[in-house]
Antibody, heavy 121, light 110 residues
Framework: EVQLVESGGGLVQPGRSLRLSCAAS????????MHWVRQAPGKGLEWVSG????????GYADSVKGRFTISRDNAKNSLYLQMNSLRAEDTALYYC??????????????WGQGTMVTVSS | SSELTQDPAVSVALGQTVRITCQGD??????ASWYQQKPGQAPVLVIY???NRPSGIPDRFSGSSSGNTASLTITGAQAEDEADYYC?????????????FGGGTKLTVL
């Protein structure tokens, strides 16, 4: 079964750090780009970051650039998001999503169920 | 970065056809993808590329594009199609690895 399972969310104080993980199974992980997408409570989807199959191409939303770092470990079929200097506006459900190469970079065909991050004092 | 604009809400009578649109400069360079999200669930990809449906998506869903506008058409809407729909595409300004989402359209099936 093709599956993405996120973990690492929780309640964190403003200014602190958190690391999210996404475990992939059921497909050849190192063939595909991967992304993080978030959704604040009651709001729409916001792309956060994406990484190519070999980590050679990486992009970040302006809202997180310089604070968040995406990475992957193909040997462990895992995707990560290191989140530093967290702000209240980073509070959201964070989804891991599978993308593709080239024209399919932004076609997210598999999504996890998300992990909730709450930034509050 | 680019922006994608969607109508906040659209309604359709059961069995009728509805078109949901997405506008933005990036759509002149890149195709949109479309996602369906029901309450409490993760989004599901319904259309990508020129007009491609992933396995398991009913053929009543179709996509098209013209100029800076992409459209998702549901022909013969069903009650289970009531959901939020989002478009996205690659960003054509700045870093082309970036991705932009539309604000979403809430579809009500009457």
């Amino acid at each position: 079964e093709v599956q993405l399972v996120e973990s690492g969310g929780g309640l964190v104080q403003p200014g602190r750090s958190l690391r999210l993980s996404c475990a992939a199974s059921g497909f050849t992980f190192d063939d595909y780009a991967m992304h993080w997408v978030r959704q604040a409570p009651g709001k729409g989807l916001e792309w956060v970051s994406g990484i190519s199959w070999n980590s050679g191409s990486i992009g970040y939303a302006d809202s997180v650039k310089g604070r968040f770092t995406i990475s992957r470990d193909n040997a462990k079929n895992s995707l990560y998001l290191q989140m530093n200097s967290l702000r209240a506006e980073d509070t959201a459900l964070y989804y891991c999503a599978k993308g593709g190469a080239g024209a399919k970079w932004a076609a997210f065909d598999i999504w996890g169920q998300g992990t909730m991050v709450t930034v509050s004092s | 970065s680019s922006e994608l604009t969607q109508d906040p809400a659209v309604s359709v009578a059961l069995g009728q056809t509805v078109r949901i649109t997405c506008q933005g400069d990036s759509l002149r360079s890149y195709y949109a993808s479309w996602y369906q999200q029901k309450p409490g669930q993760a989004p599901v990809l319904v259309i990508y590329g020129k007009n491609n449906r992933p396995s398991g998506i009913p053929d009543r869903f179709s996509g098209s594009s013209s100029g800076n506008t992409a459209s998702l058409t549901i022909t013969g809407a069903q009650a289970e199609d009531e959901a939020d729909y989002y478009c996205n595409s690659r960003d054509s300004s700045g870093n082309h690895l970036n991705v932009v989402f539309g604000g979403g359209t809430k579809l009500t099936v009457l």
